[in-house]
């Protein structure tokens, strides 16, 4: 099945500064992959996700690269700010998944963004 | 306004004895999920269902039970069997579709705000 690493587990930046989390997956299928943000006591939720036959997406301050040759995949917020201090989530998944399995997540990344 | 709740927030449990996390969604979805989550560990997943009166076991299903009687309600049972309950319980939801049918939103969870469930 699918496994996703997650790096670094945590990371702290000054605020205005770039953060970069990034994440590898095992499985060539994979087609689909997501980005959660999840603050502190509640539920993830989807902030950008980016599907295999676009390289780039970006959504204002945050932006999605994948590299389907490596296997791997990134979220960049730039010019973070306290509020963008959560726990992060990559998953992927492939369509044949729907419904069932859904998604496979990584271990997570706490980013702290420092005033 | 359409989402998951999911109660109670916070749970405490002596050990032996069983407890139902309770998981209501009101987006017409058809596919549900629970997740565990602990620190370092990411998001793992105890079971999912497809569709009422269907629900198959994902990587981490011994010691749970489910039901899906209704379409809105997929409430999670932590029996006395699992070793070590105390965790954050998250409940999901998606729209779900036949296989070889792509969606651009299909695969978008939603989740509810989780549990807390603390054995004592």
């Known amino acids: 099945g699918e496994n996703v690493e997650q790096h670094p587990s945590t990371l702290s930046v000054q605020e205005g500064d770039s953060a970069v989390i990034k994440c590898t997956y095992s499985?060539?299928?994979?087609?689909?992959f997501p980005w959660y943000k999840q603050e502190l006591g509640k539920g993830p939720q989807l902030i950008i996700d980016i599907r295999s036959n676009v390289g780039e997406k970006k959504d204002q301050r945050i932006a999605v690269t994948l590299n389907k040759t490596a296997k791997h995949f990134s979220l960049h917020i730039t010019e973070t700010q306290p509020e963008d201090s959560a726990v992060y989530f990559c998953?992927?998944?492939?369509?044949?998944?729907?419904?069932?399995?859904?998604?496979?997540f990584g271990s997570g990344t706490r980013l702290q963004v420092q005033p | 306004d359409g989402g998951i709740t999911q109660s109670p927030k916070y749970l405490f449990r002596k050990e032996g004895q069983n407890v139902t996390l309770s998981c209501e969604q009101n987006?017409?979805?058809?596919?549900m999920y629970w997740y565990r989550q602990d620190p370092g560990q990411g998001l793992r997943l105890i079971y999912y269902?497809?569709?009422?009166?269907?629900?198959q076991k994902g990587d981490i299903a011994e010691g749970y039970s489910v039901s899906r009687e209704k379409k809105e309600s997929f409430p999670l049972t932590v029996t006395s069997a699992q070793k070590n309950p105390t965790a954050f319980y998250l409940c999901?939801?998606?729209?779900?579709?036949?296989?070889?049918?792509?969606?651009?939103?299909?695969?978008?969870?939603?989740f509810g705000a989780g549990s807390r469930l603390t054995v004592l």
């Open positions: 998953a992927a998944s492939h369509w044949r998944d729907t419904g069932r399995r859904a998604l496979t």
């Open positions: 999901a939801s998606s729209i779900a579709h036949p296989t070889g049918v792509k969606s651009s939103g299909a695969n978008v969870l939603t």
């Open positions: 269902s497809q569709i009422v009166n269907d629900f």
């Open positions: 987006l017409n979805h058809d596919a």
């Open positions: 499985d060539s299928a994979s087609n689909y």
